[in-house]
């Protein structure tokens, strides 16, 4: 598709339960990018995809937090056991280069852990 | 380590006015990109416009012009004309080290009144 699609658009959990995230990159985009919103302005790199394998990971909780972008299937991010701390904005970029290109970033999902 | 700083929390300009949003930045990098992108209260991340560090002009999108000067390590956002669809948070920010990933600043909210 011509944009970056991510669902579900909210997601509610309970402390200690499973949140899954999905982004559909724009075709033809090889680079996935994973981050996190917390309070409106902090912007935090989770973790980045150069196809179907990890580019970056230096931002990943890795207890809790994982990641995946298949063939033909939406990346995806995990958080196993949610924590109140986890409640954010997470947004997916994909960008059809690594660096100095403009990643297009999806609509974001808002994660609130109750 | 590499860092975007944006000094300003909020700014406040007429219709019609000119405004500068203040980005300065650390790298020892010698290649990088820098970027602004806009966040209206709708959530949205927006591209603005992107500055290359080899690049030799300053970076122009129609109203949006960076103003880079590289041995201050600065990369002002300048809007011409500003509308009250501006009115939104803009951020800063730059490529790291690696090339794979962004590094945000927190942020300056516009405001834009008639």
């Known amino acids: 598709g011509e944009e970056v699609a991510q669902t579900p658009k909210h997601l509610v959990r309970g402390e200690g339960q499973k949140a899954k995230l999905y982004c559909a990159p724009i075709?033809?985009?090889?680079?996935v990018f994973w981050y996190q919103q917390v309070l409106k302005n902090e912007f935090k790199f989770l973790i980045s995809f150069q196809n179907e394998n990890v580019f970056d990971e230096t931002g990943m909780p890795k207890e809790r937090f994982s990641a995946k972008c298949l063939p033909n299937s939406p990346c995806s991010l995990e958080i196993q056991a949610t924590k109140l701390e986890d409640s954010a904005v997470y947004f997916c970029a994909s960008s059809p280069r690594a660096s100095y290109n403009e990643q297009f970033f999806g609509p974001g999902t808002r994660l609130t852990v109750l | 380590a590499q860092k975007i700083t944006q000094t300003q929390p909020g700014m406040f300009v007429q219709e019609k006015e000119a405004v500068t949003l203040d980005c300065t930045y650390d790298?020892?990098?010698?290649?990088?990109?820098l970027f602004w992108y806009k966040q209206p209260s709708s959530g949205e991340m927006i591209f603005l416009i992107y500055?290359?560090?080899?690049?030799?002009q300053n970076a122009t999108e129609g109203r949006y012009s960076l103003n880079f000067q590289k041995a201050r390590k600065s990369a002002n956002l300048v809007i011409s004309a500003s509308q009250l669809g501006d009115s939104a948070m803009y951020f800063c920010?730059?490529?790291?080290?690696?090339?794979?990933?962004?590094?945000f600043g927190k942020g300056t909210t516009l405001s834009v009144s008639s």
């Open positions: 920010a730059m490529t790291n080290q690696a090339g794979t990933a962004l590094i």
């Open positions: 500055q290359g560090s080899y690049d030799q």
């Open positions: 790298t020892s990098d010698p290649s990088y990109g």
């Open positions: 075709k033809g985009h090889s680079y």
